[in-house]
């Protein structure tokens, strides 16, 4: 990839992107304490050179308007110290009268290893509650326990290059075209170097990862242990097991087979209760079994389940019977959502974990964790897992809790109720960059934390690849490093020698030091070779991948390759799985709910949802519905649609989409109370989860959906943030502005003072009125520039949206202009270019078609021509389609 | 009727007007050997646009400009022109008119276009000097030399000019006075201004128009009676208000010069009756202009009266008959600046849609009446552009049910929208 001219003149910087688990290389262009361009860093082994949307946005996501300056208690500013005291004094009051079970921590994939190794010591070691959990838990968990339980540690045996080395990858509950563009782009471009590689898609939704695949099997959502239960009969019956290795290397084959016999016999029956055909059922089983080089990847779909552990053993165990581990291309890999997922597991930052892959499970562990800390109040037990602490919250068990760069109000399942919990819980701290997210409205004390670009630490992909998160900016106002904060706090508690940490490297080489300590290869984690590394190294330093020791001090690409696993005996173990369907099932008036990402937005879009550009793509909420079930439910395509569930609604864009099975709908989980008024999809979301590891079924949820009888709909485009007094609205933020799209069930007694009175300071407006109510326009203007453009229409045609029209916020408008604000087109009829395909260069899909009609027949043509997909490519998939 | 295939017919026009002159223009197209025209006038000069006097008043332009027929061109033309005199009455029986001088002219058909005068008000002493109406060059010179006058002298009092009547016309008067250099006050007996043609707050958009020219304005009053000895001094108003003046113009209307025609026995009441070919009662004249009546109606605005004249002419050069119709004719206001355009209905009631512009900042206020999505009327202030084509889609009857949200935004809008696919955008831009 070529650098961007602002990044050859300027100095720059080599860091790691903030968004998701794939961990990419970022170089940096920095200015004036500004990041003025990003790109790939061509020496980084998880992208080298490439980076998606997101990421090349970073710099446009820099400066955001609701960045935290100071700490602020019950709303109002105050001083470090002050913030401290009143925490701390809180947490030790509680403490004391409850005992340390009644705080808790609830933390982040997006906190730094260094933050999250801190604040894991001092409640686990100084507090002395296991009632620390993360978002990993809503997103890892799962896989954590079927690597424990099948390799003795929670360790991704491949890496990256395995994806591009197979010659048959299947990805399973994995959207990786949106959720892990990097990653989804090497794969694509292996397979268009080698057309032999097969790409398998097992997801009940055609996603747009489908587009490279050879086969998609649209599953009944839940049912892979099954699919997976068929091919480990499969492989028994078709002579595709390894029997050597299952011999030499593992345990339990036979009772495993058994019970996946037992239940799914036969392809058929696979077929059957999956719910697909046979032959390509068969196809997949084939593939699987006639290849030595497969790569199962494995992400949400798998699980985000009541069933999640098991799902994640169901493939395991095929991949062991069959030998295909720890061998180049071969290998079963869990791809994690978060930047520093992995990192997280590391220091043992979740609530049944202890540190450096330790549990509570073994009672030396306990010891030794102890003494290697001199911790003075050792927790002994597992604490309460991300579900369970909001319940103790809840019935009010819990009594204070601080939560770290995460927004559980939005995120969490039945995250209305969530937010119900933090309304009564005597103390919530929050720590964030942002100071109004969903959750920090709701906290007594909300902390000003560095962000990316500021702080300084490492993080851990997919691929067990440590790197740097470089902090080369100075942080603004009263902004702290995290693991500061939690030092801070930690002294605050009387614990100040044992978090007297200078620099992130002095915990840094603790945490590298514990991870060695009485290793002998009985846990996968080990970077013992970095104990003593010094800082120089340390602030230069060149991404790895773990085990890091002194038998391998450059790192280690894969694992098991000698067939040793961190087993007490070495051996694999083999679970046997008795495969389960999701826990609620639809009643005949409700479809399921399915949540995911979309491409070009971060989890709450707090970052994300500042850059006009990534809101380009997809700006408005939406649920995407079968085409017979928007006959069923007398839905129209482009209308809002509601779906409810245990008294919450989501309100979103209806959008046709044969991709989806009938009875499902998908809806994107990011939108939340900043840019929606009701469409927090995982409010939506039962609160079920897995057993055996406590991770929420957000992709099975039965709700019901209906149309929303909107009396009025319409938009405002405004330069201030507001929240509009409306049921429905959605902000879409442009560059100098906001857009809002509005609907009601009623109409306002009155639409020009509705309007005005949300601009009180604007006093030079023009209007259109129509007795007719059919529909009403407003623009406002301070010093004749425009300041707000408001369209309301009680029919569907009336309120046209026009990018020119956005285009001329701020702008000064002439009298004769401002007919043109009004009608919302410009005098001369200029095209409008229609919705964002290719954000990077901002092409819509008007000009794309036009050019299609004109001539150009492929991807490339168009890239030619246009510039769309030449950049991040993650329009492609689209540009496809269009080309259909 | 005159019969074209004898000797030529004595055409005597009495009245010298714009009526008159448009109709010697259309005579003139359709050939006039066939016929010996006489016009007599009152005034002195030949026709003229009565139109441009606020024009001449306000200095924008000057008295040769408006006078669109010259003595010599009669001369020309082979008309015998008698100005500065006046008829008395109509002898039917003899075919004859009788001047206030005392001579006859006969006539084988007479066409009245007398036209109107300034309507009375009811007020005392209207006697007094510097009382004037604005109705003719006369007028118009008597005033400008009152106000030159007046400039010499500077001024002293609360205010230099009183217009009454707040109609097209006064406000025309009051606007070519202040643009003189007078303090002038208008009063008006409405509530608002134009409330013939505006509704209260188009009527508002003009008042803050026009008070930006230095115009003052006292609404829902009338002068009761005027003070002074011989000159004009002040006026007292029925609401007792008292405003010291030095000049006073009178412009609440016309009152159409029916007297004539009526003192000789022709049909009528509020003017001289016509049938829609424009025939008196008495079949050997015809009237048009401001002295007629047609089913009720009188006019005062040009748009019908020349199509009157086509009519007229139509008939007695060509015997076709080419019936006159009173449609709704849109109203303008000269006033530099004060874009005004009112057509059709412009008093919203229940059974109307109305679509409102408003720009007050701009001072721009356009409205629109629909009814059964078709355009009834249009009233339009600020910015008056676009004021035909809602007129022509109100005669038209045209559906505006797609176009309504772009209507009020100007042609370029709805013209654009009403083909939102067409493929030469290009062209449009």
């Known amino acids: 990839m070529n650098l961007p001219e602002k990044l050859i003149a300027s100095d720059t910087v080599n860091t790691t992107c903030c968004y998701c688990g794939v961990g990419c290389g970022v170089t940096a262009a920095v200015a004036d304490n500004q990041v003025v361009a990003v790109a790939g860093d061509n020496q980084h082994p998880a992208n080298k050179g490439r980076l998606c949307i997101k990421g090349s946005s970073l710099h446009e996501t820099q400066s955001s308007p609701d960045r935290l300056l100071s700490p602020m208690l019950h709303g109002k500013p105050v001083d470090w110290d002050t913030a401290l005291d009143y925490g701390a004094a809180k947490f030790r009051d509680i403490i004391e009268q409850h005992g340390p079970d009644a705080v808790a921590f609830y933390l982040s994939g997006q906190l730094l290893t260094e933050d999250y190794y801190v604040a894991n010591k001092l409640m686990k070691g100084f507090v002395g509650t296991a009632n620390i959990d993360t978002n990993s838990r809503l997103c890892m968990a799962s896989a954590v326990v079927a690597h424990k339980r099948a390799f003795g540690s929670d360790a991704v045996p491949g890496c990256y290059e395995d994806l591009e080395q197979t010659d048959v990858l299947i990805m399973v509950g994995s959207n990786t075209a949106y959720a892990h563009p990097v990653v989804y782009q090497r794969i694509a471009k292996a397979k268009e170097e080698r057309p032999d590689m097969k790409i398998v898609v097992l997801d009940p939704r055609r996603t747009a990862t489908c587009e490279i695949a050879d086969i998609h099997l649209p599953l009944r959502p839940g049912t892979d242990a099954y699919f997976f239960n068929g091919l480990l009969t499969y492989l028994a019956d078709h002579n595709g097991i390894d029997q050597d290795f299952v011999d030499t290397h593992t345990n339990g084959f036979d009772d495993s087979l058994a019970a996946a016999r037992g239940q799914v016999p036969d392809i058929t029956a696979a077929a059957h209760l999956c719910q697909l055909e046979r032959a390509d059922v068969e196809k997949v089983y084939q593939l699987f079994a006639q290849n030595d080089k497969v790569v199962t990847v494995f992400s949400q779909g798998v699980n985000q389940s009541s069933s999640g552990v098991d799902k994640g053993n169901a493939l395991i165990n095929c991949h062991l019977a069959s030998g295909k581990i720890g061998k180049p291309g071969a290998t079963p890999f869990s791809i994690t959502g978060q930047p520093n997922a992995m990192g997280g597991r590391e220091v043992g930052g979740l609530a049944n974990q202890l540190a450096a892959h330790m549990g509570f499970d073994k009672p030396e562990d306990i010891h030794r964790v102890e003494q290697f800390w001199q911790a003075p109040n050792m927790a002994r037990k597992e604490g309460l897992k991300a579900v369970d602490m909001f319940r103790a919250i809840e019935e009010g068990k819990i009594k204070a809790v601080w939560i770290m760069a995460t927004n559980p109000a939005v995120t969490m399942p039945e995250a209305g109720r969530v937010r119900k919990a933090l309304e009564k819980c005597d103390l919530v701290m929050v720590s964030d960059c942002i100071g109004n997210t969903d959750t920090a409205k709701l906290a007594d004390l909300v902390l000003p934390a560095t962000t990316w670009s500021e702080k300084h630490g490492t993080v851990t992909n997919s691929e067990r690849c440590i790197s740097l998160q470089k902090g080369f900016l100075n942080a603004p106002g009263e902004a702290r490093h995290d693991w500061e904060i939690i030092c801070q706090f930690a002294q605050k508690l009387g614990y100040g020698e044992h978090f007297s940490y200078s620099h992130q490297v002095d915990i840094f080489r603790e945490h590298a030091a514990l991870s060695g300590l009485d290793n002998n290869h009985s846990r996968g984690f080990n970077i013992s070779a970095l104990e003593e590394i010094d800082k120089k190294d340390y602030e230069n330093f060149a991404p790895l991948r773990w085990p890091v020791t002194d038998q391998s001090p450059e790192g280690t690409d894969r694992l098991f390759t000698d067939g040793r696993f961190y087993t007490p005996d070495g051996r694999a173990r083999f679970i046997p799985i008795e495969a389960r369907l999701p826990v609620n099932t639809p009643a005949a008036d409700q479809v399921i709910l399915n949540t995911g990402r979309i491409r070009d937005q971060w989890h709450t879009m707090s970052r994300t949802g500042t850059a006009a550009k990534l809101l380009g793509h997809v700006d408005e909420p939406y649920i995407d519905i079968h085409p017979e079930d928007i006959e069923r439910f007398g839905l129209i395509e482009g209308d809002l649609a509601v779906l409810a569930n245990q008294g919450q609604r989501y309100f979103g864009r209806v959008k046709k989409s044969a991709d989806q099975r009938e009875g499902e709908v998908f809806v994107p989980m990011h939108w939340n109370g900043k840019y929606a008024a009701s469409s927090c999809a995982d409010a939506l979301v039962n609160a079920v989860v897995d057993p055996i590891c406590g991770q929420p079924e957000f992709k099975h949820s039965p709700v019901r959906i209906s149309p929303f009888k909107q009396a009025w709909n319409g938009f405002l485009v405004c330069a201030d943030d507001i929240t509009p007094a409306c049921e429905y609205w959605a902000k879409i933020t442009l560059d100098g502005g906001y857009k809002f799209r509005l609907a009601d069930g009623e109409c306002p007694d009155n639409w020009a003072s509705w309007v005005k009175n949300q601009f009180p300071h604007i006093d030079d407006w023009v209007d259109v009125c129509d007795s007719g109510q059919q529909f009403f326009r407003a623009a406002g203007f301070t010093g004749g520039r425009l300041q707000v453009v408001f369209s309301a229409a009680t029919d569907k045609t009336s309120a046209r949206e026009m990018r020119w029209l956005e285009q001329q916020l701020g702008q000064e408008i002439d009298a004769n202009t401002r007919f043109a604000i009004l009608a919302g087109i410009p005098g001369g009829g200029v095209e409008d270019e229609g919705a964002m395909v290719c954000s990077c260069y901002q092409v819509g899909q008007n000009t794309i078609a036009k050019a299609i009609k004109g001539g150009c027949a492929s991807v490339e043509a168009l890239g030619e021509k246009l510039k769309c997909g030449t950049n991040c490519g993650s329009c492609i998939p689209e540009l496809k389609a269009l080309l259909r | ?429």
């Open chain 2, 1 to 429: 009727m005159a019969d074209l295939s004898k000797a030529k017919q004595k055409l005597l026009i009495v009245g010298n007007g714009m009526a008159a002159g448009r109709f010697l223009d259309e005579l003139i197209k359709r050939g006039i050997s066939g016929f010996e025209v006489t016009v007599i006038g009152d005034e002195r000069q030949g026709s003229y646009n009565r139109i441009m006097l606020s024009p001449v008043l306000a200095g924008e332009t000057d008295v040769p400009a408006i006078i669109g027929k010259p003595s010599s061109w009669y001369r020309d033309q082979g008309i015998r022109f008698v100005s500065g005199v006046q008829v008395k009455a109509i002898e039917r029986a003899q075919k004859c008119v009788l001047t206030t001088e005392g001579n006859r002219l006969r006539y084988d058909h007479l066409v009245l276009a007398v036209g109107s005068r300034p309507a009375k008000i009811p007020a005392e002493n209207q006697q007094l000097d510097n009382i004037y109406s604005f109705r003719t060059l006369r007028d118009v010179d008597r005033l400008l030399n009152k106000a030159r006058f007046h400039e010499m002298h500077g001024r002293k009092t609360d205010t230099d000019a009183l217009v009454i009547g707040g109609g097209l016309l006064g406000l025309e008067a009051a606007y070519g006075l202040a643009l003189k250099g007078l303090r002038v006050t208008l009063v008006h007996r409405s509530g608002w201004l134009l409330n013939r043609q505006l509704d209260p707050i188009a009527a508002g958009y003009l008042k803050r128009a026009l008070e930006a020219k230095n115009i003052e304005f006292m609404l829902s009053d009338e002068v009761a009676r005027f003070t002074g000895t011989h000159e004009l001094k002040a006026a007292e108003f029925k609401s007792g208000k008292h405003l010291s003046c030095k000049l006073c113009v009178i412009a609440t209307g016309i009152t159409p010069n029916k007297e004539l025609g009526l003192a000789a026995g022709l049909k009528g009441e509020r003017g001289v009756a016509v049938n829609a070919f424009m025939a008196t009662s008495d079949e050997s004249i015809s009237a048009l202009g401001e002295c007629v009546e047609f089913k009720g109606d009188t006019f005062g605005l040009v748009e019908p009266i020349w199509q009157q004249c086509t009519t007229l002419a139509e008939r007695l050069c060509n015997n076709i008959k080419l019936p006159f119709e009173n449609n709704p004719v849109p109203t303008k206001l000269k006033v530099s600046g004060v874009n005004l355009f009112s057509a059709g209905e412009f008093l919203t009631t229940d059974e109307h849609r109305e679509l409102v512009y408003q720009d007050d900042k701009a001072g721009i206020y356009r409205k629109l009446l629909l009814r059964d999505n078709r355009i009834v009327g249009a009233v339009l202030i600020g910015d008056a552009r676009d004021g035909q084509d809602y007129f022509s889609m109100l005669t038209e009857k045209k559906d505006v049910t797609e176009i309504a949200p772009f209507l009020l935004m100007g042609r370029a809008f709805y013209q654009t929208n009403e083909q939102p696919d067409s493929s030469d955008e290009t062209e449009a831009a």
